[in-house]
């Protein structure tokens, strides 16, 4: 257990503060509800930036950017969505600032009212939609792939860092298609590039499905997610991928002359994933020593301390660990040397774990002598000592064995706390400890609405692959003809 | 001459608007003042940004972000701040719509009106130093490093795609420093890197100098600062670099325990670079033919067009073309294949050209029998028929050569544009017809209003490297010690 960190038995949601704030990832600002996002929490960021970019590249999507600020009767053109995003929003409504006359204060100039306000973008459908209208005459211009990295800002009263804040980082698919089907597609691949990289790069394992009618997104027809289990048991929605049908292409008057020569509305999707991630990286695989990083997205992913009692000890070491380090980063390894002589090694150490670096190496004067290396894993905090030889396809073997042993922790856990549950009280009873919760469900807000309420447990989705089987549904006994997956939810 | 492009010696201006139009890199959005960044614009920038984060890192910058949103009360602590930014601005001052009761239209709620309003951030000195009051207690804390890439705001009456809008993207460094000397140094090496990459990258000669005091960033002791000159005479300021002194320190009370165990106010630098750099780019190689860009930041720097009468001769030619994008995409160039058959090779050839992809290969038929491809440079428009044999690696050398050729081609015209004049009337004369104009100015900021009222010229630059050289004040008669450069600028 480290020092400063509430354990995880003791108080979960301490624990998350505390990794987030020792491990200095980010830190509530003077702006309420928005963080400041610190570079190591930033690090991981821009590695799960640049994985994500490169998957949307492959598959054919281009990045743009489109304005932060949206004019407000954008918001009423699409009904539903202006019920979901419009509300709790910020509003620019001047331009212009002035020394008050009497107070020497700076004060907002009422002369400079803007005639229509501006919100603050929380999602940029409308604004992106009223562009394409000029960009989409013929089936030629399309599809249209576009992604766009950004910052968006919801008000939301009662924040936490990287889980729920005001303004968030992430990136914001929007096409636009000629056919239903292609657009459907379109939903379905991005979701199974959202799944890859969850799994195989942050080593979270996600179930794929869709949303409930209650719990889509703001103007879709259909919400694809993945949704995770974090360590205490609760549910986090991980991504989404919305079917958006021509609701957007329909306010916004986008239609396309067709192959057959008629004009159509056109049939779109957005898709997003935000910082949100840093919060299930977190809560999927650290403990009570700090952070736990998979090697695929860890900004230093070996770290290595030298062991020294003098400058001589030291300098013999340096001169060893320069030719490691060359070693490592020709096979792609990030790698520190923490040479810092303010600063103990078991300082340094504990420093690197709570900063979840997978690897740690440390060398001392009878490592030289014996061309051995203490090599320490972070995930099952073992230790070990391995002959230099060779050290750097040692550590690439290690960091991938690492990957995937933090990945199969991750999924047995989930695998446990997985259940099947076809009884009402027996349901109460199961949400109240945690996990997801395989139930039948008659197929009505209503019900889903009371189970809600007396159980704060919600559908997080009607799985992709679920099989057909009949039964009755768990609150009701109405029929059902497949099981949905309950759990409360971050 | 493109097809929709207004010439450059008809009307410069509206020549700029048709290539960013026509190349297809931003239009004006539904908000006033905000552009829409297309995608084949924000790949440019993509690749501007890349280079850039890359030479920030290996300086020793890191990466990390603030809020958007700045607390109003924070821009009256730095008091010649307030007067630059805080005027101009967005100011968010409700947090909520609502449908109104009698007409359902949305409106603000004017029960959710802010404490305290919230500026949209115009550049971020005060969030930022803010929270380095927290990150900084001791010499051992510094220096502190810091990049962010960014959205800002500045309310822009006059906006002009890329060059001044309301919204613009761009990277702000934050530095803290525990000496005067460290932090000019810092400045001064943020110069260079942005002059190299104007000059090495963007093909774009500057010259580096700093600010009259007129003329420096609001609460900046010394701006450093590069200035390009624009193909129509006028100057552009293409990168700035601040030491700000102990100012920000003072004004939101950041100090730190010495080495000699005393408290100390920190050392401040801040520095940027915008998508403003995009308009550089275009205004500083393009012709009436539509874009030209350097090799270097082309995100297509090879376009290959088949040319072909039936699809037995497209299949053939396209079979060679595989291999040719093999070899190309092995020796790290960006290359497209063109086989749409839809359009015909002159529009494709005028299309390319229009969005400036520096070398352009057409291959038909007769090549296919005498392994041959004609290849057509974008920056002479010049043509030769090369021997396919080692392609690739003439395509890597003629990339350099035309990179080089930009580059020498805006130095010549730099060159021919600039003048040494002692003289008022001719000062006057010579101001009216462009380009960079070097003077004795006798140190007043009086002086400097009046050349400016007289003429619209402001001083650019007192070049770093300038030779002391008694002389007369072109306006005043008074006596200087050495030349500045003033000139019209963007």
């Known amino acids: 257990m480290a020092k400063g960190i509430t354990t995880k038995e003791e108080n979960y949601s301490q624990w998350y503060n505390d990794i987030v704030r020792k491990a200095d990832l980010a830190e509530i600002s003077a702006v309420r509800g928005s963080m400041v996002i610190k570079p190591y929490g930033y690090a991981i960021w821009e590695k799960m930036q640049s994985v994500l970019d490169g998957m949307f590249k492959e598959t054919g999507h281009e990045n743009a950017y489109f304005p932060l600020f949206i004019p407000k009767s954008f918001f009423s053109k699409e009904a539903s969505h202006v019920e979901g995003f419009a509300k709790e929003c910020a509003v620019?409504?001047?331009?212009?600032?002035?020394?008050?006359?009497?107070?020497?204060?700076?004060?907002?100039?009422?002369?400079?009212?803007?005639?229509?306000?501006?919100?603050?973008?929380?999602?940029?459908?409308?604004?992106i939609w009223d562009s394409y209208r000029n960009w989409i005459q013929s089936y030629r211009d399309l599809p249209l792939l576009i992604n766009q990295w950004a910052n968006v800002v919801r008000w939301e009263m009662r924040t936490r860092l990287f889980l729920r804040t005001a303004e968030f980082l992430w990136q914001e698919g929007h096409t636009a298609h000629e056919?239903?089907?292609?657009?459907?597609?379109?939903?379905e691949l991005i979701l199974k590039i959202y799944a890859d990289f969850a799994e195989k790069w942050m080593g979270m394992p996600v179930l794929k499905g869709v949303k409930s009618p209650n719990e889509r997104f703001a103007g879709a027809i259909e919400t694809y997610c993945i949704e995770s289990l974090m360590q205490d048991g609760k549910a986090l929605q991980a991504g989404t991928s919305h079917f958006?049908?021509?609701?957007?292409?329909?306010?916004?008057?986008?239609?396309?002359?067709?192959?057959?020569?008629?004009?159509?509305?056109?049939?779109?999707?957005?898709?997003?994933?935000?910082?949100?991630?840093?919060?299930?990286?977190?809560?999927?695989?650290?403990?009570?020593?700090?952070?736990?990083?998979?090697?695929?997205?860890?900004?230093?992913?070996?770290?290595?301390?030298?062991?020294?009692?003098?400058?001589?000890?030291?300098?013999?070491?340096?001169?060893?660990?320069?030719?490691?380090?060359?070693?490592?980063?020709a096979k792609g390894i990030s790698v520190k040397y923490d040479n810092r002589d303010t600063r103990k090694p078991g300082?340094?150490?504990?420093?690197?774990?709570?900063?979840?670096?997978?690897?740690?190496?440390?060398?001392?004067?009878?490592?030289?002598?014996?061309?051995?290396?203490?090599?320490?894993?972070?995930?099952?905090?073992?230790?070990?000592?391995?002959q230099m030889a060779d050290i750097a396809e040692k550590l690439v073997n290690l960091l991938e064995k690492i990957q995937d042993n933090i990945y199969q922790k991750a999924f047995t856990f989930r695998d446990n706390n997985t259940f099947y549950v076809d009884n009402w009280e027996a349901f109460k009873e199961r949400i109240e400890q945690g996990g997801f919760v395989y139930a039948h469900w008659d197929g009505t807000a209503e019900t889903e609405q009371k189970i809600k309420d007396e159980t704060k447990a919600t559908i997080r989705l009607i799985p992709i692959d679920g099989k057909a089987e009949a039964g009755k549904c768990v609150y009701s006994d109405e029929p059902s003809t497949g099981r949905v997956v309950f759990a409360r939810a971050y």
Chains 1, 2 share one sequence.
Do not use: C
């Open 92 to 127: 620019v409504t001047h331009y212009r600032l002035k020394n008050d006359e009497k107070t020497g204060e700076i004060v907002v100039d009422e002369d400079a009212k803007l005639e229509e306000e501006l919100i603050v973008r929380p999602t940029s459908e409308t604004i």
């Open 179 to 187: 056919t239903r089907e292609e657009a459907v597609k379109e939903a």
């Open 244 to 329: 958006l049908g021509q609701n957007f292409a329909k306010a916004f008057e986008v239609q396309f002359l067709s192959r057959e020569n008629k004009l159509e509305y056109v049939w779109a999707t957005s898709w997003g994933v935000s910082t949100r991630l840093i919060g299930a990286l977190i809560m999927s695989h650290s403990d009570n020593n700090g952070l736990v990083l998979p090697p695929r997205l860890a900004p230093i992913q070996v770290v290595i301390v030298p062991i020294y009692k003098n400058t001589g000890q030291l300098d013999a070491i340096s001169e060893k660990v320069k030719g490691i380090m060359q070693e490592l980063k």
């Open 347 to 386: 300082f340094k150490f504990s420093e690197w774990e709570l900063k979840g670096v997978p690897v740690r190496l440390a060398i001392g004067p009878r490592d030289l002598e014996n061309g051995t290396v203490e090599v320490a894993r972070r995930d099952t905090l073992e230790k070990e000592i391995l």
